[in-house]
């Protein structure tokens, strides 16, 4: 067992600082050729075979002795039963996190609108939730009853009309908290199936579990490569793949609390990234001491050192200028300023999925009940993709009501640009509206 660190220490002002930061975030490093391949024979298969892959997959990746898809389906009563199975206090925590979680979405619901020029013409757009949508909650590790509150709660504020879960039970160990969340949160329908043959069965359908509109959700690097091969077929949030955190540190917290924030995504995952950006040589020194310090009391000590080992780092910057550069260049899933004035470095970052402000702001608030939703885009990907939200559960359809008058005018502009364009049908169309005579 591997609980010691040799994390990876590096220089800005080290001439080969880019390439040796390159390699560090590479995600091929994490994702490489044989699971692309691994993924697009399970979802072939799922395609192919539907219900008796999605058994075979189980009992080969998660080791369920399961002999038909009805042991994986799981009636919405046994989500009520495991209301009933947790305690008082695991209940209303999980209710705290729900209410926060709901009240910071409903801020994100958007509502259709339109607009009437001067002739009466009618433009606008129209808001609508999707029918179906599938939420992948991760089960391999670790479980996680705050992601279906993540997953679900938006899904519910914009009106989805059914919402399908759908989460893996290594062994078959059901986690009651999960299920309790399901039950809160107002999840329809809930599969115990994982992985990327999981993501394919939401993507195509099979005779068991309904085809979605959109798969949503974190999880490892199988079910990150599923989503994007799905993408096309079925509408995706985003790559939210293995967790990361990028500290940002002014040298003045306390290097026990940056070692354990660290840990505390390291955790999830040997593939998760753990990163400090700091000013100050001797702090770094400092929580290397603290993470060599901490390390052994860790009840995931292993996961945690292979994370921090493999894609870990401590680097060292000029200034704080160059600390949120070297932020911006890393677009981290998880960005803590641990500094005395956050809001004074706020205006330079670009590319973060969720910011953690000051020194008191830990990570682990924004996962389980701070409000703000904690699937977040990773491996760079925040640099064009933001926070899961409502807006990821609503589409937009334009409205255009033209009045006669309104159709005759635009018929000109229209005209002209299709016969620009050699569309002649377009044209045509367009002007057989326009008022004889004008
Ligand atoms: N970005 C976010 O918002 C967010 C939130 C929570 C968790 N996470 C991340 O989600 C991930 C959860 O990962 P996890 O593994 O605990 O659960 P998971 O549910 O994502 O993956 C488990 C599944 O992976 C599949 N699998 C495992 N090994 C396989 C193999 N060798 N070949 C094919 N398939 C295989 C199995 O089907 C298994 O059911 C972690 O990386 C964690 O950091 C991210
Ligand atoms: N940090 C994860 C997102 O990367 C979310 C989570 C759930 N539970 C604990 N953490
Ligand atoms: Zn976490």
């Known amino acids: 067992m591997t609980t010691s660190t ?17 390699h560090l975030l590479s995600w091929e490093s994490v994702s490489d050729d044989s699971v692309n391949q691994r993924v697009l024979d399970i979802i072939k298969a799922v395609r192919e075979r539907g219900d ?60 259709s609108w339109s607009y009437t020029e001067a002739d009466g013409t009618v433009l606008g ?23 279906v509150l993540m997953n679900a709660i938006p899904a519910k504020v914009a009106g989805v009309t059914e919402v399908v879960m759908v989460v893996p039970t290594p062994r078959g160990e059901i986690n009651e908290l999960v299920l309790a ?12 199936i994982g992985g990327a043959q999981a993501v394919a069965a939401l993507a195509y359908g099979t005779e068991s579990v309904p085809k979605v509109d959109k798969v949503v959700g974190p999880g490892n ?22 967790s990361e955190i990028l500290v940002v540190c002014d040298g003045q917290t306390d290097p026990d609390w940056i070692a354990m924030d660290l840990f505390s995504q390291a955790e999830h995952d040997e593939d998760a990234q753990a990163i400090l950006v700091s000013p100050d040589a001797a702090f770094l020194d400092k929580v290397a001491a603290s993470i060599n310090k901490l390390l052994p009391t860790m009840d995931r000590a292993e996961i945690i050192a ?14 704080m200028e160059q600390a949120i550069e070297v932020a911006n260049r890393i677009a981290p899933e998880h960005l803590e300023l641990s500094v005395a004035d956050p809001q004074a470095w706020l205006p330079s970052i670009r590319h973060a999925g969720a910011i953690f402000m000051g020194r008191h702001t830990s990570e682990a608030l924004g996962d389980y009940c701070a409000g703000p939703n904690h699937v977040l885009p990773t491996s760079g990907t925040a640099r064009f993709s933001s ?6 559960f609503q589409k937009r359809s334009s409205i ?39």
């Open 6 to 22: 040799a994390i990876a220490r590096l220089n800005a002002a080290d001439p080969d600082f880019a390439h040796h930061l390159d």
């Open 221 to 242: 690097i199988y079910v990150a490569t599923a989503k994007r091969h799905v993408f096309g077929q079925v509408g995706i949030d985003m790559i939210a793949g293995p």
């Open 400 to 438: 255009i009501f033209c009045s006669p008058q309104g159709a005759s005018e635009l018929g000109k502009t229209a005209s002209v640009l299709a016969r620009g364009e050699s569309l002649s049908a377009h044209a045509r169309s367009a002007e057989y509206r326009i008022v004889k005579g004008e």
């Open 52 to 111: 008796a892959a999605l058994v075979d997959f189980t009992r080969q990746f998660d080791g369920l002795d399961v002999k038909s898809m009805s042991d994986l389906i799981l009636p919405r009563e046994r989500l009520e039963l495991a209301l009933t199975r947790i305690t008082a206090p695991q209940r209303e925590a999980l209710e705290v996190a729900a209410a926060r979680v709901r009240s910071y979405h409903e801020k994100q619901k958007q509502d």
């Open 306 to 319: 292979k994370s921090i080992n493999g894609r870990g780092a401590l680097i060292l910057v000029r200034d």
């Open 387 to 392: 926070p899961l939200g409502v807006y990821d």
């Open 181 to 192: 969340a399901a039950c809160i949160a107002g999840v329809d329908r809930v599969f115990t």
């Open 125 to 147: 757009q129209k808001v609508t939730p999707l029918d179906r949508a599938g939420l992948y909650v991760p089960g391999g590790k670790a479980s996680y009853p705050s992601s």
